[in-house]
Each structure stands twice: as C-alpha cells, then as structure tokens.
C-alpha cells in the first residue's frame, strides 16, 4: 500500500496508533487554536505536529507539503498587508507600497493556521495505512462505497505522480529536453498533462470494472484478513485530546461571560 499513497510503515508507535487516534488529533489541532484565540497556540500546536513527524520518522515527507504552501502564504501576507480593511497603522514601505500591522497580524494568523492544517494532516496521512482506515471505518458501518472514495483520496495524488514520472522517463529516452531554465521545463510540461489526463481517467475505468468483478456492490457481510488489536496508547490519547478540546472551549466561554 505504500506504493501506491503518502503513507510510510516506519514500525514506530504513530503507525501503530489506530487511525481514529490520529483522526482525533488532527481534530484537536485544528480546534484548538482556532476555538483559543491566541496565536501563540498555533506554534504551539505546529510544534507538537513537527515532533510527532520526528518522531514518526516521517518530517523529510512533510517538507514538500509545507514547502508548496509557501507560494500561497507570500500571496496572502501581500494582499492582507496591503489591502486589509482595517489597515491603520504603517510599518514598512517599500516603494509606493505600505505595509501595515493590522493586515500583517490578520495574514500571518490565515498564514499559521494553514500550515497547521498541512502539519496535522501530514501526521495523519503519511503514518495512517489508507487500507486499515477502511477497513476500520466499514467495520463501524459506513458504506464500502465512502470507503472506496477516501481510500482514492490517498492514492489518487501519488499515483498520478508516479505516472508523471513514468511518462518523463520515456520522454526522456526519445530524446526530449526535460532539465534546464524554466522555459524548457515549462516546454516539457505541458506535453505532459494530456497524457497523465488521460492516463487517470483509462485507471478509473479499470479500477472500476476490477470492483465490479470482485462484488464491489454485494450488500453480503464482508470479512477480513486481519483484525486490527487495540492500542492501549489509543485510549490514553484520546482521552487526553478531548480534554484539551473541552478546557480550550471552557476557557473560551468563561473569558467571553468574564
């Protein structure tokens, strides 16, 4: 399964962390500093999502996710640094342009919770075994149809690059430039998209007939190779997440009446 998703069996504690646990605290994290109301929960909760991908042994995989953000948090920190509503007071100008606090604080808050979002999904995607989250979630009664469309999720990205790479590789041997300046590759590219278009789309329609074949719509109990046994570290966790959760929106609601 790892060849074909994000997801990395290192042999650490995350992987066997079950996949609600993680669930639970991509939750937490995403709740909890956007329920506080503090930016300095956010690097809080960033830092705790960059030890456990340490940990997990999984923060070289992380990087490019983070790294493709960053094109979308220069856009925002210009556009709410400029042309905020409630820009009053100036901080920086370069040129005829003015920088100013009150759109750099909204921009850098937009800017915090987007990578915390990316780093908290990152924990769970890249040690959640997309076939154990199936299989939990179809054994807690949910349709093996929305199971079959989370499981796509997960693939569909790394399978769509790897078929990239398959079709550069033989570009490549015909004798195409695919290394250089930015105009070359940009040559390159663009012969690409048709062919990995349609390259997802033909593995769609396979993917389609192959469950057809294998009673993907019989409404029959269905049984499972393995049973997954409980972590005692899940309880503790979960336990742990929700009372943070609870104290966050409990400190919240008193700092509103007080």
């Not at 079950?18 to 929960?41: E, N």
Request: positive net charge; hydrophobic residues 50%; aromatic residues 10%.
């Amino acid at each position: 399964m790892s060849g074909l998703s994000l997801y990395k069996d290192k042999g650490t504690w995350l992987n066997r962390l079950h996949p609600y646990t993680k669930l639970m605290y991509v939750l937490a994290a995403i709740l909890i500093p956007l329920t506080g109301g503090k930016l300095i929960l956010f690097p809080l909760v960033i830092g705790c999502s960059l030890i456990l991908l340490m940990t997990g042994r999984v923060f070289k995989q992380a990087l490019p996710l983070v790294a493709f953000s960053f094109t979308l948090i220069i856009v925002i920190f210009l556009i709410q640094g400029l042309f905020y509503h409630r820009n009053e007071t100036p901080i920086l100008s370069i040129g005829i342009l003015t920088f100013y606090r009150e759109g750099v604080l909204y921009a850098l808050r937009i800017s915090l919770n987007i990578i915390n979002m990316l780093l908290s999904f990152a924990v769970f995607v890249l040690t959640t075994s997309p076939q154990d989250l199936v299989e939990e979630m179809e054994k807690n009664g949910f349709s093996p149809k929305f199971g079959y469309v989370i499981n796509s999720v997960f693939q569909i990205v790394p399978q769509m690059m790897k078929t990239k790479d398959t079709i550069v590789d033989a570009q490549r041997s015909r004798g195409m430039e695919t290394e250089g300046s930015i105009i070359t590759r940009v040559k390159a590219f663009l012969p690409l998209i048709s062919p990995v278009v349609m390259s997802a789309l033909i593995n769609t329609r396979e993917r389609a007939i192959a469950l057809e074949v294998r009673g993907f719509g019989r409404k029959n109990r269905r049984s499972y190779i393995s049973d997954r046994k409980k972590n005692p570290w899940d309880a503790i966790v979960t336990v742990v997440l929700l009372l943070l959760i609870f104290a966050v929106i409990l400190w919240r609601v008193l700092s509103w009446l007080s």
